[in-house]
């Protein structure tokens, strides 16, 4: 939590517990293009090769990864460069973590996962969103209150969702993963989520 604060106060776009600025003027595109810290640099290049800008802007909602995941499925695949990575991977990879729903919102998400159909409209890249609870608590002079807040998670769903009626016997655990920001708004009509920097990538 300490960390995530010290982040707020360096830079509006990591967030904890809201956000400083929730409307951006730039579209979605630019605005992963023209991010402070470069932490879309690879993400940007990649969208360009699939000619997916467009696509990227019409997204009803995107769970943008970060160049440290880009760097995660490199070092999986044992590729390292951009080119080798190209022959391993498809479009999909990104556009599995899009939505025309832009109502996919912290404010909309439940404790339990709900399905949605993303862009990937692939067998293997089923996802559903919801969000988890967290606390942390302050310590005072005669007290230690204790503070709720949620994280908005990206939903890789193995085989069905956990906790469904008639699950196969042996269904693999879903893979949740947390947003390190949520909710803001493009310009070009897209709801951003930035996924944490450790989030692994489902490679299609």
Same mark, same amino acid.
């Given at each position: 939590?300490?960390?995530?604060?010290?982040?707020?106060?360096k830079d509006n776009y990591l967030t904890d517990g809201g956000l400083a600025q929730e409307?951006?003027?730039?579209?979605?595109y630019d605005y992963l293009k023209s991010h402070k810290y470069q932490y879309f640099d690879t993400v940007i290049m990649m969208i360009d090769h699939y000619n997916l800008k467009d696509t990227v802007n019409k997204s009803g909602t995107f769970f943008a990864f970060t160049d440290f995941s880009v760097n995660m499925l490199m070092g999986t695949l044992q590729v390292s460069s951009l080119d080798s990575l190209y022959a391993n991977v498809t479009s999909k990879l990104l556009t599995q973590y899009m939505?025309?729903?832009?109502?996919?919102t912290l404010a909309n998400a439940t404790t339990a996962s709900i399905a949605h159909a993303n862009w990937a409209n692939s067998a293997d890249a089923l996802s559903a969103i919801k969000k988890t609870e967290g606390s942390y608590g302050v310590y005072l002079a005669n007290l230690a209150p204790n503070y709720s807040?949620? =994280? *908005?998670?990206?939903v890789k769903v193995n085989g069905v969702i956990d906790g469904s009626q008639?699950?196969?016997?042996g269904d693999m655990a879903d893979l949740a993963i947390p947003c390190?920001?949520?909710?803001?708004?493009?310009?070009?009509?897209? =709801? *951003?989520?930035?996924?944490?920097?450790?989030?692994?990538?489902?490679?299609?």
């Open positions: 939590m300490m960390v995530s604060f010290a982040a707020c106060k409307r951006t003027p730039y579209s979605t939505f025309g729903d832009s109502n996919l807040y949620y =994280t *908005l998670q990206y008639n699950a196969p016997p390190q920001t949520s909710g803001i708004k493009t310009s070009s009509g897209t =709801t *951003l989520h930035v996924l944490a920097n450790n989030a692994p990538l489902n490679k299609l």
